[in-house]
């Protein structure tokens, strides 16, 4: 399964950060098993078990499977909207940079940090390259 750790004594580690991160979208169709999430303020690190029997890679593309990058921006959605409380959807994207793709099978991390009210970082990054990153916004500022 998956297992949470904090470190530090930053306000965040507070009992209700650590319940958030047990709402992350572990059961959402799609979505990776979590093998961890670690609790390092201002940053969530989450890692994620990206195998080749997910439904986002069914003829994408046969026999070379690759992660979609709008899946890994919907990954991105669904953490920071369980982790920070955003109720609504994404209102734009800015900075988004696909580096590399994400082929399985593969450990994917996720790390995410909240960016003012309405504002989340994301980063995905395996075997020490960058496969992708941005900055959702979820309500105009």
Not at 91 to 101: A, D, Q, T
Not at 120 to 139: C, H, M, Q, T, W
């Amino acid at each position: 399964m998956y297992t949470i750790s904090d470190s530090g004594e930053h306000p965040a580690n507070s009992a209700s950060s650590r319940g958030r991160l047990k709402h992350l979208p572990m059961t959402e169709q799609g979505f990776p098993q979590v093998l961890s999430v670690t609790d390092q303020p201002p940053h969530t690190r989450i890692l994620l078990d990206v195998s080749s029997d997910l439904c986002w890679f069914r003829g994408h593309f046969p026999g070379q499977p690759v992660l979609p990058g709008i899946v890994q921006l919907h990954w991105a959605t669904l953490v920071c909207r369980a982790l920070y409380g955003f109720s609504e959807v994404p209102h734009e994207v800015k900075r988004l940079k696909f580096k590399k793709v994400v082929v399985p099978p593969r450990a994917l991390e996720l790390v995410v940090s909240q960016q003012g009210e309405h504002e989340a970082l994301f980063r995905f990054s395996s075997a020490g390259d960058v496969n992708s990153e941005g900055k959702i916004l979820f309500s105009e500022t």
